[in-house]
């Protein structure tokens, strides 16, 4: 169990900072390069190049198969970047695109997609500059957060919640099964076909749908059959008006319960449906902690299920007690990859 000997926190205004597919993430930039710079300046004893976890907001992570893929890396990303581009709500050839073999089994190669558009993580990587660092790594805040976990042949059901996206991810081994984002900010307006909408969103009360619906972060037409497979099963339905009227003061305002409650239904339901098997328990990161999330699913059929933070109270600086430790779970995977 590693230990962070340094933490440093420094808060920005509302609306300073929002992350997105679009350049102008930092929309006070003086105000985030002066917050990178004094929170850096505060951990970093010697070098200057910084590792960088952006939002899942920022990024698309994508699982794909294919039947065969080329054994170079420079000819194997044409074919990636190809298969993304009616998967992605902007240009694959022009954007940062990387990937990773997850499996080879029964002649099915599986691969993670990660890309971001060239302008946002250049704004990223221009940041880090301007506030005096050089940029290295970049990794998506989820996939950053699932490189705290150990290796072995336990699944993982994760869920990181923030105030742009609720991300769920299932791990196998250090294998990625599932990752799925929802974006969760009601100034996004997507059309769906009604086919594609989960049948568990007609067990959540009516106004808590009044926004405009919030959909995985993928082309939902473009990729049906993704979706398909994930959708819930009927044993799993969502929260009750009651249950989720009853967890208003434990969860951050600009976090819709019901969206929480839809995200980790669904992800339950893939999980048992794939692995065979109910999880047994939920890992959290983000800003919504697990006695929150505890609270939220305490009136729906996933309440059994124990809940528990990423980061462990041990693994924190004494000094930082009072810094929420999902807040960090992508910095301590990062560290620890």
């Known amino acids: 169990m ?22 102008g993430t930092a929309v006070d930039r003086r105000a985030v390069v002066e917050a990178v710079r004094q929170s850096l300046e505060k951990v970093m004893e010697k070098g200057r190049e910084t590792t960088l976890v952006v939002p899942d907001a920022s990024v698309r992570v994508l699982l794909l198969d294919f039947d065969s893929l ?30 990773q073999i997850m499996s080879t089994a029964r002649g099915m190669v599986r691969v993670m997609a990660v890309a971001m558009p060239s302008d946002v993580l250049a704004e990223y990587e221009g940041i880090v500059r301007d506030a005096g660092f050089e940029p290295g790594a970049v990794l998506p805040s989820t996939l950053a957060v699932l490189a705290g976990l150990a290796e072995s042949e336990t699944s993982a059901l994760v ?57 995985p972060l993928v082309d939902v037409e473009a ?6 497979m994930q959708e819930p099963l009927p044993e799993h339905p969502g929260a009750s008006d009651a249950a989720l009227e009853s967890v208003d003061e434990v969860v951050p305002v600009n976090l819709p ?22 999880p047994t328990g939920i890992m959290v990161a983000g800003v919504t902690s697990c006695q929150a999330l505890t609270a939220l699913l305490g009136h729906t059929s996933l309440a059994g299920l124990r809940v528990s933070e990423m980061v462990e109270a041990a693994m924190m600086p004494a000094s930082t007690a009072a810094v929420p430790r999902g807040w960090v779970a992508g910095v301590r995977g990062a560290l620890r990859s």
Not at 6 to 21: I, K, W, Y
Not at 79 to 99: G, H, I, M, T
Not at 223 to 228: C, G, K, L, R, T
């Open 2 to 23: 590693g230990v962070m000997v340094a933490l440093s926190r420094v808060g920005l205004s509302e609306g300073a900072f929002r992350p997105g597919l679009r350049a």
């Open 70 to 99: 080329p054994a170079k890396q420079a000819e194997a990303l044409p074919v990636v970047r190809f298969r993304l581009r009616k998967l992605l709500p902007f240009d694959s050839d022009e954007a940062a695109v990387s990937y």
């Open 159 to 215: 869920v990181n919640a923030g105030p742009e996206a609720v991300t769920t991810a299932i791990v196998r081994g250090g294998i990625l099964m599932l990752h799925r984002s929802v974006d969760m900010r009601t100034d996004i307006h997507v059309e769906v076909k009604p086919e594609f909408v989960p049948a568990v969103l007609s067990e959540i009360p009516s106004e808590l749908l009044a926004n405009p619906m919030s959909l």
């Open 223 to 228: 990729s049906a059959a993704e979706w398909a």
């Open 257 to 278: 319960p019901a969206e929480i409650v839809q995200a980790v239904s669904v992800a339950a339901a893939y999980f048992e449906d794939t692995l065979e098997s109910a």
